[in-house]
C-alpha cells in the first residue's frame, strides 16, 4: 500500500493506494464527525500538574476543540506550513520547549498519524509527500523548506520521504478518467500556493503514461485572498490607518502590525511581550484608543481562529452570491458589514493579475497556445471564486474546464503515483524531474 501525503496550508489529505482495490483517503472520527481533510492547525495546551506542568499537543478538529474548550492557556498555530521556506523563522517558544520549524511540523503529522482511521506505520509501501512548485514567503529558500520537510517526516516516522509537485499529484488523478490522448493543464489553488503543470497523457495496452512538459508557481492563493478580506474589512476597526502622538507629531499607526495580523501564519506570533507592550504605548497616545484596544484584545485573547471561520464563511458565499454579511462579535468588538462581491474583486484583482501572468509564462515558455490544451482541471477550494474560472474561461474555453475532488485530489493522484513502478519521471529529486524544473524557469 502507497500512502500520498498533501500536507496543505490550511488542510491535510492523506491518500491511500493499493493495487487490488480503489484508491481512498484517510478519515479522521473526531466525536459524531468523520473528516477526510485533517485542518493543518496545531494546538499546544499547558497542562498544569502538582510539579509544575506538561504541554499536550493536538491536531486537526481536536486542535479547533481545544482552542474553543480548554480551561487551560492554549497556543494555537494556523497555516504554519506558510514559515517552511523562511529563513526568518528559525524557532518558536511554546510554553517551556523552544521548537524548530521541523519539531513543529513534526508534532503536527504525530498528530495527524494518532488520529487516524489506519496505522500509517503499519502500510508497508512508498511514502509519496507532496510539495508545491514554488514556495510561499519573501524570498523563499527551496532547499531549507525540502531539509525541514525531511527532518520533519522522519522524526514522525517517514523515514524515506519521497517528493512529487502537488500540482501533478492532481494531474496524475484527473488522468484516470482519460480515455484518449490528451494535454492538461493542471490548476492547483491551495492555502499558501497557486501552482501549474503541463503534462500530456495517452492510455494504450500498457495503461497510462505520461509525459511531464512544464512547471509553474506562484505564491498566492486562498491566504491572499483572505488577507485582502481581513485588510479591507476587520483591520480598519482595530485602529488601521488611525494615529498618535509622539514627541508633539501626530504618526499613522505602523502598517506592519496589521500585515502581521492579517496573515495567518503571522498572527500566532504577534502575542509576545514586546509588541503587546508597543501596542499599549500607540493606544495610550491613539486618537482613537478603543480601536487599539480591541486590536490588542484579539491578540491577547487569541481570537485568530475566530476572525478566520467568519472571513472563510464570507469567502464561500461570495462564489455563488453577490453579497455576504460579515459578522464578527468577540468580547467588546462587533463588526457587521455586507461585502460585496465586486468589493471583493477589485479587492484581488493584481493577485489574480499575477496567476494569469504565471499561467501566461508558462504556456510562453513550452510554445503553446490555448488551442494546444485539451483540457483545464481546477482543484483546490479557491478554484471555486468566480474570478479565477473566469480568468480559465477567457483562455481556454469554459468547454475544457473540469474540476472535482477539490481537496482530495493531489492526495489521491500521490498515492497511485506510488503505484506506478515509475517514480524516476515523478520524483522531484530525481535528475530527470530536477533538469526539467530548471529549464521550467
Given at each position: 500500500m502507497t500512502i500520498g501525503i498533501d500536507f496543505g496550508t490550511t488542510n491535510t489529505v492523506v491518500g491511500l493506494a493499493a493495487p487490488d482495490r480503489p484508491t481512498r483517503v484517510v478519515t479522521f472520527d473526531h466525536g459524531d464527525i468523520l473528516h477526510d481533510v485533517y485542518r493543518s492547525a496545531i494546538c499546544f495546551e499547558k497542562v498544569m500538574e502538582q510539579r509544575g506542568f506538561s504541554v499536550e499537543t493536538s491536531g486537526g478538529p481536536w486542535a479547533i476543540e481545544k482552542y474553543f474548550s480548554s480551561p487551560n492557556e492554549v497556543r494555537f498555530i494556523l497555516s504554519f506550513k506558510s514559515h517552511v521556506a523562511s529563513q526568518l523563522f528559525e524557532k518558536t517558544r511554546v510554553f517551556s520547549k523552544v521548537?524548530?520549524?521541523?519539531?513543529?511540523?513534526?508534532?503536527?503529522?504525530?498528530?495527524?498519524?494518532?488520529?487516524?482511521?489506519?496505522?500509517?506505520?503499519?502500510?508497508?509501501?512508498?511514502?509519496?509527500?507532496?510539495?508545491?512548485?514554488?514556495?510561499?514567503?519573501?524570498?523563499?529558500?527551496?532547499?531549507?523548506?525540502?531539509?525541514?520537510?525531511?527532518?520533519?517526516?522522519?522524526?514522525?516516522?517517514?523515514?524515506?520521504?519521497i517528493y512529487v509537485y502537488e500540482p501533478v499529484?492532481?494531474?496524475?488523478?484527473?488522468?484516470?478518467?482519460?480515455?484518449?490522448?490528451?494535454?492538461?493543464?493542471?490548476?492547483?489553488?491551495?492555502?499558501?500556493?497557486?501552482?501549474?503543470?503541463?503534462?500530456?497523457?495517452?492510455?494504450?495496452?500498457?495503461?497510462?503514461?505520461?509525459?511531464?512538459?512544464?512547471?509553474?508557481?506562484?505564491?498566492?492563493?486562498?491566504?491572499?485572498?483572505?488577507?485582502?478580506?481581513?485588510?479591507?474589512?476587520?483591520?480598519?476597526?482595530?485602529?488601521?490607518?488611525?494615529?498618535?502622538?509622539?514627541?508633539?507629531?501626530?504618526?499613522?499607526?505602523?502598517?506592519?502590525?496589521?500585515?502581521?495580523?492579517?496573515?495567518?501564519?503571522?498572527?500566532?506570533?504577534?502575542?509576545?511581550?514586546?509588541?503587546?507592550?508597543?501596542?499599549?504605548?500607540?493606544?495610550?497616545?491613539?486618537?482613537?484608543?478603543?480601536?487599539?484596544?480591541?486590536?490588542?484584545?484579539?491578540?491577547?485573547?487569541?481570537?485568530?481562529?475566530?476572525?478566520?471561520?467568519?472571513?472563510?464563511?464570507?469567502?464561500?458565499?461570495?462564489?455563488?452570491?453577490?453579497?455576504?454579511?460579515?459578522?464578527?462579535?468577540?468580547?467588546?468588538?462587533?463588526?457587521?458589514?455586507?461585502?460585496?462581491?465586486?468589493?471583493?474583486?477589485?479587492?484581488?484583482?493584481?493577485?489574480?493579475?499575477?496567476?494569469?501572468?504565471?499561467?501566461?509564462?508558462?504556456?510562453?515558455?513550452?510554445?503553446l497556445g490555448p488551442g494546444r490544451i485539451d483540457r483545464v482541471f481546477l482543484t483546490g477550494g479557491s478554484s471555486y471564486i468566480p474570478a479565477i474560472r473566469t480568468l480559465f474561461v477567457e483562455r481556454f474555453g469554459a468547454e475544457k474546464l473540469a474540476g472535482g475532488g477539490q481537496f482530495s485530489s493531489v492526495a489521491h493522484g500521490l498515492a497511485e503515483i506510488g503505484l506506478s513502478g515509475d517514480m524516476d519521471k515523478w520524483a522531484v529529486r530525481s535528475d530527470a524531474a530536477e533538469a526539467l524544473r530548471v529549464h521550467a524557469g
Open positions: 521548537l524548530e520549524y521541523s519539531d513543529l511540523m513534526a508534532e503536527f503529522i504525530a498528530a495527524l498519524k494518532a488520529n487516524a482511521d489506519v496505522d500509517l506505520d503499519a502500510a508497508g509501501g512508498p511514502v509519496i509527500c507532496g510539495r508545491p512548485v514554488a514556495f510561499v514567503g519573501h524570498s523563499p529558500n527551496d532547499d531549507l523548506a525540502m531539509a525541514r520537510y525531511d527532518d520533519a517526516y522522519r522524526q514522525a516516522g517517514f523515514a524515506e520521504p499529484g492532481a494531474g496524475y488523478h484527473f488522468a484516470s478518467r482519460i480515455e484518449t490522448k490528451a494535454r492538461v493543464l493542471v490548476a492547483d489553488f491551495g492555502g499558501g500556493t497557486s501552482d501549474f503543470s503541463i503534462i500530456e497523457f495517452e492510455r494504450d495496452a500498457a495503461g497510462l503514461r505520461a509525459t511531464p512538459i512544464g512547471y509553474a508557481g506562484v505564491g498566492i492563493a486562498g491566504d491572499t485572498f483572505d488577507y485582502r478580506l481581513i485588510n479591507n474589512v476587520v483591520s480598519p476597526h482595530l485602529g488601521k490607518g488611525s494615529h498618535y502622538r509622539s514627541f508633539g507629531k501626530e504618526l499613522e499607526i505602523p502598517a506592519d502590525y496589521y500585515t502581521k495580523f492579517a496573515k495567518w501564519h503571522y498572527l500566532a506570533m504577534l502575542k509576545t511581550t514586546q509588541t503587546m507592550r508597543e501596542l499599549e504605548e500607540f493606544r495610550r497616545t491613539s486618537s482613537n484608543p478603543k480601536l487599539l484596544s480591541d486590536f490588542i484584545e484579539i491578540i491577547q485573547n487569541d481570537w485568530g481562529f475566530d476572525i478566520y471561520r467568519a472571513v472563510s464563511k464570507t469567502k464561500t458565499e461570495l462564489s455563488t452570491q453577490p453579497e455576504s454579511r460579515f459578522e464578527l462579535k468577540k468580547g467588546t468588538i462587533a463588526i457587521d458589514r455586507v461585502v460585496r462581491r465586486a468589493e471583493f474583486e477589485a479587492w484581488i484583482a493584481e493577485d489574480v493579475a499575477t496567476i494569469a501572468e504565471t499561467v501566461d509564462a508558462l504556456m510562453t515558455r513550452h510554445g
